[in-house]
């Protein structure tokens, strides 16, 4: 597919799971890809060879999130990945996908863990896209990795919610306000997929086949069954959906 072709995506988090299948995904259907991480350098290079092999184009950007100067520092390394490949300084697709997850009620919170997931899920996406407007064309994308713990009680990850649920107002705001540009702006909401960050939830038979349950599919969800429709809202496709939140949870709790 050339969906995509000559347009340079962003996504934040590439290293594994959903990020990894979501850039992967964006390179088979023609994108230059961006593949940001964290701290774990060996995994997003693993990302990038997978997209290199398959014919793709894509390069590392290194960026800790919740440090000073976190996004300056992205877009530094990711207008000179650019430069390197001869490309212009320009962006179309932008995904926030970057995420952890630190669980505990109410009784359990510690400031300075609330900090780091608000720092991660709600402050670097907006500065994200803050910092990247310059660099935004018309008619880009803008896509969340929202949660489907937005819509439902899970009070072992309260905080993990708060964050995500800041991220669904952001959503909603940037939709209406860059919509002059044809930008438009949508969060993706997954429930229990099957990634690192979830494996406490299918290491035994037992756990899978207890979240697997909640979904009206029988199953738990895989990065691709998340990673498809970021596809799509990132082509001409979706060119008239803006400001929702596209659930990908399997029907949990339906």
Request: net charge neutral; proline share 4%.
């Amino acid at each position: 597919m050339a969906a995509l072709k000559g347009r340079t995506a962003l996504v934040t988090g590439a290293g594994r799971g959903i990020g990894r299948a979501t850039a992967c995904r964006l390179a088979a259907d023609g994108a230059l890809v961006a593949v940001h991480y964290g701290s774990d350098e060996a995994s997003a290079r693993r990302t990038v060879d997978r997209i290199t092999d398959a014919g793709g184009r894509a390069f590392p950007v290194h960026a800790p999130f919740g440090v000073p100067h976190d996004v300056r520092t992205l877009y530094e390394r990711f207008d000179a990945g650019l430069e390197e490949l001869g490309e212009p300084t320009a962006l179309d697709i932008l995904v926030n996908n970057a995420g952890f997850n630190i669980r505990g009620g109410v009784a359990d919170v510690a400031p300075e863990d609330f900090d780091r997931l608000m720092a991660v899920h709600a402050k670097a996406p907006l500065f994200l896209v803050q910092q990247g407007l310059p660099r935004l064309r018309e008619a880009g994308r803008i896509i969340n990795i929202s949660s489907a713990a937005t819509r439902v009680s899970f009070p072992s990850s309260l905080a993990y919610s708060m964050a995500k649920s800041a991220l669904d107002a952001l959503t909603r705001t940037l939709a209406k306000e860059l919509g002059a540009r044809r930008i438009t702006v949508n969060s993706v909401a997954p429930g229990f997929v099957k990634t690192d960050l979830n494996k406490q939830r299918w290491s035994t038979p037992e756990n899978e086949a207890s979240h697997a349950s909640l979904s009206v599919f029988g199953r738990m969800g895989q990065p691709a069954d998340v990673a498809d429709i970021v596809a799509f809202l990132a082509s001409d496709d979706a060119r008239w959906i803006t400001g929702q939140c596209i659930d990908a949870s399997g029907g949990t709790g339906l």
